[in-house]
């Protein structure tokens, strides 16, 4: 029996981004909507509860993504499901949780 690599055997990254683009990526629209999104999170004074729920939650990030897409129907008829479905792609990427982390943190501190 020959051992197989350990290459092969290794399991895909938590972070592993369904559109097929590598983790970090942050340019094009989604980046444009996670800085209108942790704007929006700011002007709201919502910064606080946001960083904590984002940071207490990164090691579930992945599953919290997925509850979201299971639960889409229902918060997209809330919130619009465009909305939905991004959010879902951010939370399955710890990557951009930690872009949008730093994004509300960096303007909270501007904010004061």
Excluded: C, K, N, Y
Excluded at 10 to 35: K, L, N, V, Y
Excluded at 37 to 61: D, F, N
Excluded at 81 to 90: N, T
């Amino acid at each position: 029996m020959t051992p197989r690599a350990a290459s092969s055997a290794a399991p895909p990254s938590a972070g592993d981004a369904p559109t097929g683009r590598p983790d970090g990526d942050a340019s094009g629209p989604d980046a444009a909507w996670r800085e209108r999104l942790a704007q929006r999170i700011v002007t709201l004074g919502l910064a606080a509860p946001a960083l904590l729920a984002l940071e207490s939650t990164a090691p579930i990030s992945g599953l919290a993504g997925h509850a979201l897409v299971f639960l889409q129907p229902l918060a997209g008829a809330l919130f619009g499901s465009s909305d939905v479905e991004r959010l879902a792609r951010l939370l399955g990427r710890r990557a951009d949780v930690a872009d949008l982390v730093a994004r509300i943190a960096a303007l909270a501190e501007h904010h004061r």
